[in-house]
């Protein structure tokens, strides 16, 4: 009974949870319950399936009946309620109606099915209808409890608006002045005509927008060309526009952005690592007990194994008991509060636990395995010659790639490239002992096997089919193509620099991942807009020989640069291309053009909907990616490891777990992660070496959270406990604000 | 003799100049000498000069003949020649031999010397002959020493090479990994042609020029349709591609840059504030006297104000005994050594004397000025009101300007525009201390007057030849429009947020500047360059009637978009229209077709040049604006006033010399820096106020380097005086390290 308390203490500490859920037995079964990862992966297919409807409705890219897709609508909606239901029995009921999150989520699915039900009406009598609540969908990406990072970012968006804004107003300022500038300069006293022919800078909003639209560079020198053509000087007009607002303030955006990003999130961290440490306080409250009269409370050993073993079931025994020894320093068999709350974050560093086996082939035949013959090739495999020949085969293989595969001479190399490179594979795992060179850690194995084996299966199967009837399988060639040259990425395995980039870039990798989804929201909404506002305007024919091809199906796009540039597919019909189209305008160049093309077939207010997609994306969203890059690109360089990791590694060292430094960093197989497949080859087994053996996975954390902790705990106070009793009533501050319909 | 020497150790601490100059009395005035200003105004010139010549010099905007050309180099040789040997007298021998800035510039001008031999026999013989040694010109601007912002700026680059060029080389290898694989899926047996009808995608290499064009984004989508218009997955390719290498590794780029930048800068200012403390130190060896036996060395009232008379003799009396009562806190009538140090910072904040004066017509006049009516206008002025008024006035002369000229009465009314704003003048200059208005900080007053002013002016030119001729000089008539648009920028300045943003812009101003001299210094090099490799390729025709024009009077240009896009003016014909290609190019838009254009009329290896402008103005030197742009924002964000800035305002507000806090706030005519022109006007004179004031400017630095030093202040050690007593052969390396030919 306690223990599950305790558990879900410690992992809600852990996993940075801040529900405030009822502590009676019952309750905390269910929020056992709640939480397992079978439901949240539940949850999040059915949030996928509900956002992909979007593929079957109308406009479709596979059409489905409409039937088909309510139903399937119901169902997600029906999953929706059980999982708020569940969540609402968790938690006290006066906290779930407080919660915006909840109320946003009961709103959303109450106009959905409003919605559905008009739109089944309107469309049994035939009238025309719009599913507006699909633009709706994406808040339960965010609302959803498990939404927090996505939040987090939202929170960072919102908290920047009032001085972006400001800062917005100001340049557009600047953009007005400049615009009446142009206006009264090059107004039709000058005749100047567009390259089109157009009349050239007289309408006084054309020319805001074209200068607009010169911020982002999209129409560059273009715009210019005609005053520059009819006088030099003009072109200083445009220098300082350029200056001013491309260079100036959109530095200046950067700037803001990113400084207001820095301390929203530092205040954010703070608040977390409080709720953590109020979190373990409180596990540490329901198990403690007084070993002595008048004593400071503890925790038993056993308790707290016990606890670790609910917690976390995956970790082993010898993990746990190393975690044990780095809390209970002095070996007293129990632990006190300020040991007890590191609980959470050690739990949270990646201990790699190796052990120390012989190869299979030791075993089997040990006889044949440690002849000389067989200790020389173990040698040469583990020699850096081995990896730079191959690294030039690989090289010559790309010059290979590159030539035109029509020469006989050059298709059949390939099956030499393939042959060397299995060869390799099997090479190293008579060397190294293989699951240690399968081990989970290991990427640039798994990497290369993988792709050997599926080039080996692809290029054989390519064959079949070519000798078998002389026919080639376009598909399966490009996938033969594209595993060739995947093949060739692993020679930035091997050197060292590039190494170490690639690693800064994967450890920010899932944190990308959260802007990943942010943008996913914001691209959603305005494809849904879009799709409403533009379906059809715009058309693309497979066929080349059907004459609307030249102008997209529309009349209305004869001869205007759209068309020309065959931009047809650039369209809203569905929601695939939508999002291709949505991409291109965060690109940003040409946007005017598809906008203008829009804009043509639709109305000239149209270019509301580009220009505020790219204030949306372009200005914020893309500013706050880029100040997240840097930022977690500065504390990867200036932050060491913490405290806590240091001292775990310090305690594996004196209890001489330790794996010796210099073998890893010698060890070019397992480059990704530097770990586990070194000690199983045995070829100089040092005796007294212990079976078991620990290594913190470098900087590896196991949550984007931690990552983001990490980046600001150098700031923080380590020995901030003032929190241990902040009252009850005080723990629902920790629970994230939404974002939502608010 | 001793006050010249300490003069110059305070000066050259002041302004961090660190010169190894000879001690000995000649050397000295010299060197004095030497830092005047006049010669140094007169060196820039020259410099000026002698670059401006490009303007002259074959391919030439205004031709002169080589002889005069040729005349005015060897002057400004001369001159520059002069100013070394100058130089050589001040030092110490072996040190000019050792300081690699003097052999570079010994070398430019050997070499430029030689060059204009060789040029001017080649010429007489009619031979071809190019003046190479004119891309050797800007490194004058470096080396002399008074280039020490720009030669910081350059070794921030040359610091952030070897990172940013191990980040490169992955760079290139994904673009390279990435073409080989969009040769194999899309090459020549797809079938597919770009809108032009060339093939797409089928030469290796023009892959990997169209994919690196796509990183810059300038030919998105269109680089894209073809495969995208076959096939809806190739999308995926392009998609992926620009995540990992337009956002991802752009991203990166500016984190590295940002991050080494931010790394040197550190160590340059650490060693700067000890170089500083090293020379005040040796300013107070100098001074030095023993008061009374055994004691600490101390400076006397009397010998530090001869020293500062001599070291700034622009500051009041009343300031510098002000200055002299924060060193001697204890009014003890000398100073030890840690005061002392302090002078050179003292000396660099900005101190503003008030003085309180009657307003003129009140001494004239007295009667009638202080008449009811009188205080009732003045009282007018200076209410709120007043400025909201006149915000309104010009937002209505906003519309009216936009709105067409042509009207008489819209025309009419510029006058009763023009009038209302003198009129607001007058007022002012009524209602305040008309020196107090005009006073040096008063940014708008002065900006308004003028604008105004010049408008009154331009406008009644204007209606003169009108009214005189019917003949309206378009020139006359441009200035009054752009006088009339600027005057509507005042708005700005009345919304205090806004004006936060424009200050701290400006701020940062100077510091810019030293990027516009690295800007020119790459731009003219690279002008240089193309002027010789692609002069007369491309002509811009201004008779629309030549058949010519339609192809840049090159027939290889035919049917080129170049040509189709009018982009003909865009050439290297002549310095001016090169440093114009040169800036469209930085904004990246399009530059590929420029590119191109280019390389068609020549050949294909000139994209080589406009590859590598790109890779070292945009990839680099535009981060490194970039990141200068962002760390002095977060400076001004989270720095507050230095130590001493705070000490000299407890000072003055211990003193009884500080200017009421809300009157200046409350004060919105003199809001560019709050100051000055505030106690003249006299409406309710404070009788115990004394007549003279003192006020800190708020957080305004004299220079660039101060600027920087408060960047990283708050990481240095304020304590830090180990260095008073540095080896003197040590201070040597506090001389910057040069950037040049090395």
Known sequence: QDFDLATIYVSDAQYNR????????????????????????????????????????????????????????????????????????????????????????????????????????????????????RVLRPLLLINVTEGRQLRRAFRSIRNALPEVSSVFVLFIFSVLMFSLMALKLLSKRRGLKTIEGASYFTNYLEIVFDLYVLVTTANSPDVMMPAYNA?????????????????????????????????????????????????????????????????????????????????????????????????????????????????????????????????????????????????????????????????LIILVNAVFIGLDEENPLISNSEWVFLALYVLEILLKLYAFEPRAFFSKHSFWNWFDTIVVVAALIATIVNSALKSSGGYTSRQVLDIVFILRVLRLIRVVDSIKRFRAIINTLIRIGPAILTFGQLILVVYYVFAMVGMELFKNKVKFYEDITNPEKAYCGNPLLKGSTFAQLSYCKNNFNNVVSSFILLLELTVVNQWHLLGTGFATV????????????????????????????????????????????????????????????????????????????????????????????????????????????????????????????????QAGNFENPTFGVA
């Open 602 to 729: 639709t109305h000239k207010s149209a270019l509301i909907f580009f220009v505020l997609f790219h204030v949306m994306v372009v200005i914020i969203i893309i500013n706050i990616f880029v100040a997240f890059v840097l930022e977690a690109f500065f504390v990867e360089y200036s932050v060491g490891k913490g405290d806590l990791q240091t001292s775990l590694e310090r305690k594996i060292e004196e209890l001489e777990l330790t794996v010796a430094q210099e073998k890893l960093e010698d060890n070019l197989v397992n480059a990704m992660e530097t770990i586990d497949n070194d000690l199983g080859s045995g070829q100089s087994p040092t005796a007294n070496l212990p079976s078991l053996l620990f290594k913190v996975a470098s900087k590896r954390y196991r949550t984007v959270d931690a990552l983001l902790q990490r980046m600001f705990e150098a700031d923080l106070d380590p020995e901030d406990f003032a929190e241990n009793d902040i009252p009850e009533d």
């Open 231 to 391: 006088n030099s000087i003009f072109a200083l007009f445009f220098i300082l526009y350029i200056l001013v607002n491309t260079y100036i303030f959109m530095s200046v955006f950067l700037a803001v952005v990113f400084n207001n990003y820095k301390k929203h999130l530092k205040e954010e961290i703070r608040q977390l690592v409080r709720a953590k440490r109020h979190k373990m306080a409180r596990a540490f409250g329901v198990l403690q007990e007084q070993r002595e009269e008048g004593g400071p409370p503890v925790v038993s050993h056993e308790n707290w194994n016990k606890l670790v073993q609910q917690a976390r079931p995956d970790i082993s025994s010898a993990h746990r008991e190393l975690l044990w020894r780095v809390c209970d320093d002095g070996n007293q068999g129990f632990i006190g509060k300020v040991a007890f709350v590191q609980l959470a974050d050690l739990l949270n560093i990646e201990v790699i636990t190796l052990k120390s086996r012989p190869h299979p082939l030791q075993s089997l035949i040990p006889s044949l395995y440690e002849s000389k013959p067989s200790r020389l090739v173990c040698r040469v495999v583990q020699h850096r010659g081995f990896v730079i020949t191959f690294d």
């Open 18 to 133: 801040n529900i405030y859920f009822d502590t009676s037995p019952q309750a905390v079964r269910l929020y056992l319950l709640y939480n397992h990862w079978a439901l949240k992966v539940l949850l999040y297919f059915f949030i996928l399936v509900n956002l992909s409807l979007a593929i079957f409705e109308e406009p479709a890219l596979v059409s489905l009946p409409t039937w088909a897709t309510m139903l399937v609508e119901l169902l997600c909606l029906l999953v929706f309620t059980i999982r708020l239901v569940h969540y609402a029995k968790v938690i006290p009921r006066e906290k779930f109606w407080k919660d915006p999150k909840n109320i946003c989520i009961i709103v959303v699915l109450l106009l959905t099915l409003i919605d559905m039900i008009i739109y089944g009406a309107l469309k049994a009598a035939n009238l025309y209808s719009v599913r507006w609540s």
